[in-house]
């Protein structure tokens, strides 16, 4: 936490990897997610890998936000073109509301990096009390994309926890 206005940070960490779901290969990227956000002084509260299948993917997402485990779900993986990416689908199936700003900033701070950034169909968004942050999958593109954003979380976070309802305030 960086100031005392801001929520602490309790996040989940879902790798979306066929191949890693299957043990065909080592899941590098939801670790390195790991490690940068315990820089942040988050909490990581549980890592899963997951298969490409949009279904199971919105499951546990819908499970992570509603059971208030965590506030931040970061997804790792299945943000590109290719036909068994759907990360951005099932997330657009479970978010209440977009945060649009956020995958703008990632995708900005990637194109300084790498042209193949404007492939990226990372999107992010808010359901109920809990940010949902997709990442692309390679360890790589997952630390830089977060680096983008890292400074904004604790923040929103905070504003994803206040309890005043609109009539309140009124």
């Known amino acids: 936490m960086s100031s005392t206005?801001?929520?602490?940070?309790?996040?989940?960490?879902?790798?979306i990897s066929d191949s890693a779901a299957r043990g065909e290969r080592e899941d590098l990227s939801g670790p390195a997610v790991v490690s940068e956000l315990k820089s942040l002084k988050a909490e990581v509260v549980a890592t899963e890998i997951l298969p490409d299948d949009r279904e199971e993917i919105a499951a546990r997402l819908r499970h992570y936000a509603d059971t208030g485990v965590a506030n931040l779900i970061v997804t790792t993986g299945?943000?590109?073109?290719?036909?068994r990416d759907v990360t951005p689908e099932a997330?657009?199936?479970?978010?209440?509301?977009?945060?649009?700003?956020?995958?703008e900033l990632m995708r900005a701070?990637?194109?300084?990096?790498?042209p193949l950034?404007?492939?990226?169909r990372s999107i992010c968004g808010a359901?109920?009390?809990t940010l949902?942050?997709?990442?692309?999958?390679?360890?790589?593109?997952?630390r830089e994309n977060l680096a983008a954003i890292i400074r904004t979380l604790p923040h929103a976070i905070s504003l994803l926890s206040i309890n005043t309802k609109l009539e309140d305030v009124q």
């Not at 949902?132 to 997952?142: D, E, K, Q, Y």
């Open 109 to 114: 701070e990637s194109l300084k990096i790498t």
């Open 117 to 120: 950034a404007a492939l990226s």
């Open 78 to 83: 299945g943000t590109g073109l290719a036909p």
């Open 5 to 15: 206005n801001e929520a602490v940070i309790k996040a989940v960490v879902l790798t």
């Open 132 to 142: 949902i942050i997709n990442l692309p999958g390679s360890v790589r593109g997952a």
């Open 91 to 103: 997330t657009r199936d479970v978010i209440e509301r977009e945060a649009p700003g956020l995958a």
């Open 127 to 129: 359901r109920g009390r």
